[in-house]
């Protein structure tokens, strides 16, 4: 008898061999880029045009101890005619400060540093921990210079170490790892002195209703097992600034200098950028970062005529931060980019596991950090940066693991801001076909979320969709209704607002009215390309398809009920146990299952058909 749920072997180790194939179509891809990573990199200079920027107004909500918020809504066009259905909002809270900053730990242990510097970059690699550094501070200075009431310090009792050589240092500084910053003012040696001083040179805070201080999200704690000492020659100046905090423009020329000074590629500063980018989601983690022990005196410094040359980080102007700002905030979002890498489109719920289960298996075989990077950015280059930062800063290892598992969250603004795929609830909904009597459940859910009515206003918290189809008949009046109305339906991002201060609101129109999601990488046009497939790590108990598959039928189902159709469906054993404490056989031809507990859903008995059961 054929199972109504799940598929049968063969369906099921096809997808596997599928999984498997596509991520070695993409590893044989990327090996080959050699110019991948540079060019994800490049993407931080030209940030998602729809990603908003932080008003001056903005409202924080400043009344928890542990955070601090800002909220804004997403406003959606669910046809291309507003009177045909109308737009909706849903409201996306961002987290702008944090209880505690986020520790970093420079260590000379291999087995304890998580992060991968990529291996382009060389000895250049070096410099990323000071870099990341400097990207912090520069983002939590342009943090105070937006959000009301925030501020930035430094320690007045952090100690200048004076003009320094490294050549002539004492020997009780043998141990020590020299940051030679060069023949600079007194303000930019204080300001290396502070960021990279392991007793809290500098932070950038906010304070809460309650009284006690909230850190930016790029606030940071450096703890190193070897002193660091910086190196430089204080040139003489005829005055000196009376400013006691350094902004986020002049940090920025601090960092270019630097740059100059060591000769260091502009990829090398944007790598270390994509990892500051990536601290809010390591405190989202309740992490720290652990980063080798910089060494960077080894590599030397550019000669005069070297300093000739025009750095590439001269003009801030090309480095848009406020948007970068935002997405960086969004620690949710940004998690959700880099899952969005394992979903794929057509692969249905009762079946993604054994999709995942064939993906992982060959990334499993992928036994050098750097490939797996590599291969990771080229299933999406657009967000390849994230991954980068993710690898630097070690984020990737979770970010892994939540995508094996199939259990990773969704955020359709952070989707809709970068044009990434991340979900099924994006594609359109296609016509129907003339004399259709059937609608695929796929095409179900995006109808009934487009309606929007009161029990389908959030999407469905996983990525993959429902299998099968159901009769007309037998669906919701809604989309009976518009399957039938021969109009377009899709979910549309129109704009964003900001919740700001006197109860307020910012309206932000997207540069570009309209951006295409992108597909992913690594499709398949024969998903039985000759490639030797290692079944080792097949499971056909496949655990993941159930939890997927339970989880959409309690969104799709939640509200009517089962149609009587869908009887075996409703009593096969992955969907059985929706009702808690009811493992009663259902009996009769037209009554409701509706009126139980749905994984925690509290349904209604009134439904909107009648051949519920």
Not at 298 to 327: I, M, V, Y
Not at 393 to 407: V, W
Request: aromatic share 8%; net charge negative; charged share 25%.
């Amino acid at each position: 008898m054929e199972d109504a749920v799940r598929p049968d072997e063969k369906a099921a180790r096809d997808m596997y061999a599928r999984g498997y194939r596509t991520w070695s179509n993409l590893y044989e891809h990327a090996s080959k880029d050699v110019h991948l990573l540079r060019n994800c990199l490049q993407r931080l200079r030209t940030p998602f045009p729809r990603l908003p920027q932080f008003p001056n107004n903005l409202d924080i909500d400043k009344s928890f101890s542990g955070a601090a918020f800002a909220k804004g809504r997403n406003t959606w066009l669910p046809a291309e005619e507003p009177d045909h259905l109308p737009p909706f909002q849903d409201e996306l809270v961002v987290d702008v400060a944090w209880d505690k900053p986020t520790q970093i730990l420079l260590t000379s242990d291999v087995r304890r540093s998580k992060t991968t510097l990529p291996d382009i970059f060389r000895r250049q690699s070096n410099h990323i921990p000071v870099l990341l550094q400097a990207w912090a501070y520069i983002l939590a200075a342009r943090w105070t210079e937006l959000i009301p009431e925030a501020h930035i310090s430094h320690n007045a009792d952090s100690r200048l170490r004076g003009d320094l050589d490294a050549s002539l240092l004492p020997k009780n500084n043998q141990d020590s790892a020299i940051i030679n910053v060069g023949e600079v003012g007194r303000d930019a040696a204080r300001w290396w002195d502070d960021i990279l001083s392991v007793e809290g040179g500098w932070d950038a805070t906010i304070r809460s209703t309650k009284g006690g201080l909230l850190h930016s999200p790029w606030s940071t704690t450096l703890v190193s097992e070897r002193p660091l000492v910086i190196s430089a020659k204080i040139k003489t100046e005829t005055s000196t600034s009376k400013e006691t905090t350094t902004s986020s423009d002049a940090a920025y020329s601090y960092l270019t200098d630097y740059c100059n000074l060591h000769g260091i590629d502009d990829d090398v500063s944007l790598a270390a950028l994509a990892a500051a980018l990536q601290i809010p989601a390591i405190k989202y983690d309740r992490r720290r970062i652990e980063l080798p022990i910089p060494d960077p005196a080894q590599d030397g410094l550019r000669t005069k005529r070297d300093h000739a040359d025009t750095s590439l980080f001269t003009l801030q102007d090309r480095l848009p931060l406020d948007r970068l700002l935002t997405l960086s905030c969004n620690a949710r979002g940004t998690k959700a980019l880099l899952s969005s890498a394992f979903f794929e489109l057509d692969v249905t719920s009762n079946i993604c596991g054994m999709w995942l289960q064939g993906s992982f298996a060959f990334l499993n075989t992928i036994k050098d950090p750097h490939s797996l990077l590599k291969t990771l950015i080229h299933r999406d280059p657009d967000i390849g940066f994230l991954w980068v930062g993710a690898f630097i800063t070690g984020g990737y290892h979770k970010t892994l693991r939540e995508g094996r598992s199939g259990g990773w969250i969704i955020e359709l603004a952070a989707a809709a801001w970068t044009g990434t795929l991340m979900s099924f609830i994006q594609a359109p909904v296609p016509h129907l076909a003339v004399g259709a009597q059937s609608i695929s459940r796929a095409d179900e859910c995006r109808l009934l979320y487009l309606c929007h009515e009161i029990n389908y206003t959030t999407p469905p918290l996983l990525p993959f969709a429902p299998f099968g189809s159901t009769a007309l008949h037998d669906t919701n009046l809604d989309v009976r209704k518009h399957s039938l109305c021969g109009r377009d339906h899709g979910l549309q991002y129109s704009h964003w607002k900001w919740h700001c201060k006197d109860d307020t609101e910012f309206d932000q129109e997207p540069h570009v009215p309209t951006i295409t999601t992108r597909p992913k990488n690594g499709q398949l046009l024969n998903h039985g390309t000759a490639v030797d497939v290692d079944y080792d790590e097949y499971d056909s108990e496949d655990e993941n398809s159930e939890m997927v598959t339970r989880n959409i039928f309690t969104w799709l189902r939640g509200e009517d009920g089962f149609p009587v159709a869908e009887r075996e469906i409703r009593e096969h054993e992955w969907i059985d146990n929706l009702d808690d404490g009811d493992d009663s056989p259902v009996e009769g031809d037209v009554c409701s299952t509706a009126g139980g507990q749905l994984h925690g859903w509290l349904l209604k008995t009134s439904t909107q058909r009648s051949n519920s059961l």
